[in-house]
């Protein structure tokens, strides 16, 4: 079964950092870019960062570049987020995307279910 | 960045019904606009990319149109688990962006 399965989504302080992971299983996730996207409590989607396949190029929207790092292992099929400098509004429920499309940017045709991150003091 | 507005923000409809939700880009996105569909305390699921293309396995009532900046999605033959709330998403550019979403009710 093609699936995607976030983890490590906590309660963190200001200022505090927190390791997103994404397990990816029944497809080659080598072959696919992929991508974070956040959703803050009753609110829209919003696109945080991508990956290439290779994970040697990668995108962030501007309000988390130098904060947050996206990287990938494709050899234990996993896609992780480092979230530093957390703030009040990096709360949201973070979903694990993979990319279609034809070339970048993408599309997503692959949603995980999310893990929630709360960031309060 | 590339703004998207959806209208209407909300609407009502009863099964049966043929509605219809618009997306409009700030800029022309020529056909790179994506629709989903997200049931509440669900993950979004894609139903059509390149403005009109159906992802496999969606079914033949949904359908979209449009091109540059105006793009719609058409919902014919309202069923029961059509009622949630559509999102699209342009990816012509970066940064990918999305509407607000249109949730849509069971009158």
């Known amino acids: 079964e093609v699936q995607l399965l976030e983890s490590g989504g906590d309660l963190v302080q200001p200022g505090g950092s927190l390791r997103l992971s994404c397990a990816a299983s029944?497809?080659?996730?080598?072959?696919?870019?992929m991508s974070w996207v956040r959703q803050a409590p009753g609110k829209g989607l919003e696109w945080v960062s991508g990956?290439?396949?290779?994970?040697?190029?990668?995108y962030y929207t501007e309000s988390v570049k130098g904060r947050f790092t996206i990287s990938r292992d494709n050899s234990k099929n996993t896609l992780y987020l480092q979230m530093d400098s957390l703030r009040d509004d990096d709360t949201a429920l973070y979903y694990c995307?993979?990319?279609?499309?034809?070339?970048?940017?993408?599309?997503?045709?692959?949603w995980g279910q999310g893990t929630l991150v709360t960031v309060s003091s | 960045d590339i703004q998207m507005t959806q209208s209407p923000s909300s609407l009502s409809a009863s099964v049966g019904d043929t509605v219809t939700i618009t997306c409009r880009a700030s800029?022309?996105?020529?056909?790179?606009l994506a629709w989903y569909q997200q049931r509440p305390e669900k993950a979004p699921k894609s139903l059509i990319y390149?403005?009109?293309s159906l992802q496999t396995g969606v079914p033949s009532r949904f359908s979209g149109s449009g091109s540059g900046t105006d793009f719609t999605l058409a919902i014919s033959s309202l069923q029961p688990e059509d009622f949630a709330t559509y999102h699209c998403?342009?990816?012509?550019?970066?940064?990918?962006?999305f509407g607000q979403g249109t949730r849509l009710e069971i009158k």
């Open positions: 390149e403005a009109s």
């Open positions: 998403q342009q990816y012509h550019s970066y940064p990918i962006t």
């Open positions: 995307a993979q990319d279609g499309g034809r070339r970048p940017p993408h599309m997503f045709d692959l």
């Open positions: 029944g497809f080659a996730f080598s072959h696919y870019a």
């Open positions: 800029q022309p996105i020529g056909n790179w």
């Open positions: 990956v290439s396949g290779y994970g040697d190029i990668t």
